[in-house]
Nanobody
Framework: QVQLVESGGGLVQPGGSLRLSCAAS????????MDWYRQTPGHQREWVAT????????YADSVKGRFTISGDIAAEFMLYLQMNSLKPEDTAVYYC??????????????WGQGTQVLVSS
């Protein structure tokens, strides 16, 4: 079983910054990729950014140039999201997601419980 725990959410003023963290633990053999998603009430969960184990990153157009995904997902199983120049429309619950294989070589696809980000003056 693989668990993901996010932290770092909170209230920030427009134009401010926050750094989210996600720690993966449990019976992990390897992680192939990790992502951040976000969701607001009444809307579908929206993809934000992805990092794969070779370090390649991709971003949604809405956050490109403002958010940075990083982390040592191959060895430390840690994921981060540095969010700068935050806008009210970035307000959402942010979820960590990971894909990989566990110690029985069974594929896993796991989600964290989410952390709330509120951008408001």
């Amino acid at each position: 079983q693989v668990q993901l725990v996010e932290s770092g959410g909170g209230l920030v003023q427009p134009g401010g910054s926050l750094r989210l963290s996600c720690a993966a633990s449990g019976s992990i053999f390897s992680i192939i990729s990790m992502d951040w998603y976000r969701q607001t009430p009444g809307h579908q969960r929206e993809w934000v950014a992805t990092i794969i184990r070779d370090g390649t990153t991709t971003y949604a157009d809405s956050v490109k140039g403002r958010f940075t995904i990083s982390g040592d997902i191959a060895a430390e199983f840690m994921l981060y999201l540095q969010m700068n120049s935050l806008k009210p429309e970035d307000t959402a619950v942010y979820y960590c997601h990971a894909v990989g294989s566990d110690l029985t070589w069974t594929d896993f696809d796991s989600w964290g419980q989410g952390t709330q980000v509120l951008v408001s003056s």
